[in-house]
Every structure is written in C-alpha cells, then in structure tokens.
C-alpha cells in the first residue's frame, strides 16, 4: 500500500515539490478510446499519419498548457510544464498545422531510481526503464487513432535503441476501463495494485501498474508460478493415467 501521498494529486498525476520521482500515468481517458472500436470505422492510420510529429519545444509552453488545462481538472506546477517542454522529460506532440492536437510524456531512468513500488517490475537492477507519465488529446481530435501514434512512436524509440529500455510502464486509476483496455490491446500487462495510490478532491482511489517488457526481457518467475507450471507437470500425466485406468 502506497503510504507517501502528494500534496497537490490527480487521478492522472501527482507532484510532489520536494522531488522529481512524481507519478504520472495516461489522464485523458477520453483520447484513449480502443481503436476497436470507432477507430476501425474511420481510416484512422492515414488520419494520424496526416499530422506533423515532434519533439515539444519552449515555445510549445502555452499550447501544452492549454491542453492540459482543458484535459485536466487541476492546475499543474509550473515546473511541470518547464520539464516537458526544455527536455527534461521525453515529450513529443502532435499537431494539425501549428495546433497542438495531442502529445505524451515519458521517463526513461534506472530502475533503481523508480519509486519504491516500481522497482520490482523487473529482478535487475542496473537496467533503464521507461515510465510513461502522460497522454492528452485535444477534444478536437479525439478517435483519430492520435495516442495510438504517439504510443507506437514511442516504443519505436526504445526498441533495440540505447540505453535499451527493459521496461516500459505506468500507474493508471483502476476504474479507468477506457486507458486499461487501450494498454491490453498495446500489450501492456498487469503487474501489481496500488491500493489508495491516487487521491481525487478528498478521496483516495486504487490505482494499478501495467508493463510492457522490451528488448528481450520478461516478467519475473513468482514462487506461485514455479509451483503453478510443477503442478501442471506433475496432474496431467496423472491425469492421463486416471482417463486411461477409467476405460
């Protein structure tokens, strides 16, 4: 159970002044809609392909912070916005001309420098890990296949490119149906919950962490699964045995 909990927090992203191991995971559930569903509709890979892709630069700053501000129900620190668009974090947007219509924000680091409930998604330690903090749509664009773009453009960039992310993953709001369906479809995989990991107004929510495994790695062996695979070794030749003894 999560028990250091921010002083200013979000169903979506969380800061904490003091320290920049902030929480972050996909906010606008809205621009995430699975493309299996409208999506398919709409020829929507030459959509998505139709708009400009590129980094997010410091004369960004006022478009990403309108989008964010009419993404998101709070107020986000300046040094937030300052880390996106300097190159502090990983942050690349999407535009229609010189509007921005979408863009996402990662984090590639040690695992080692993860939060504390992070650092066993994978048994290695001296490995980098990517951490998505964010996605937003602008309403405008939504259902356009916008985040599928920006999701596989990053993974493009981290797949057998130094320093060789063995993990990507993010923290999402376990009543999110729309964002965990849209990582299942991506590949994303349950890891672990996070119980009253994000707090909304005056109330805490469960969150959970999804992982997406890169560049040959792969979920760790649990006990239960060793002993999940060694009972299956061991009942179905048993089983076998019965049925025949059966005839």
Not at 50 to 69: G, H, M, Q, W
């Amino acid at each position: 159970m999560n028990t250091s909990r921010s002083t200013t927090s979000h169903m979506g992203w969380s800061f904490d002044p003091k320290s920049r191991k902030s929480r972050g995971l996909w906010i606008d559930e809205d621009g995430m809609t699975p493309s299996s569903s409208s999506e398919v509709l709409k020829p929507a890979a030459s959509l998505a392909d139709s708009f400009t892709l590129r980094k997010l630069k410091p004369y960004d700053r006022i478009a990403v912070e309108t989008l964010c501000n009419e993404s998101f129900p709070i107020q986000y620190p300046d040094c937030w916005y300052d880390e996106v668009v300097s190159g502090g974090l990983t942050s690349t947007g999407l535009f229609d001309g010189e509007n921005l219509a979408a863009m996402i924000v990662s984090e590639t680091k040690f695992v080692t420098d993860c939060n504390l409930e992070d650092q066993d998604i994978i048994s290695e330690s001296n490995v980098h890990v990517t951490y998505i903090l964010s996605i937003a749509v602008n309403k405008k664009f939504r259902r356009l296949g916008l985040a599928t773009r920006l999701l596989n453009n990053l993974m493009a960039s981290l797949i057998d490119h130094p320093p060789y992310t063995r993990v990507v993953f993010l923290h999402v709001l376990s009543t999110n149906s729309a964002a965990l369906s849209f990582y299942k479809m991506h590949g994303f995989e349950f890891h672990a919950s996070l119980p009253d990991y994000y707090r909304i107004g005056d109330q805490y929510a469960d969150g959970c962490t999804y992982v997406k495994y890169t560049n040959g790695s792969h979920a760790q062996i649990s006990f239960s699964d060793v002993c999940k695979t060694f009972g299956s070794t061991i009942c179905m030749p048993l089983k076998a045995i019965c049925k025949m003894l059966s005839f």
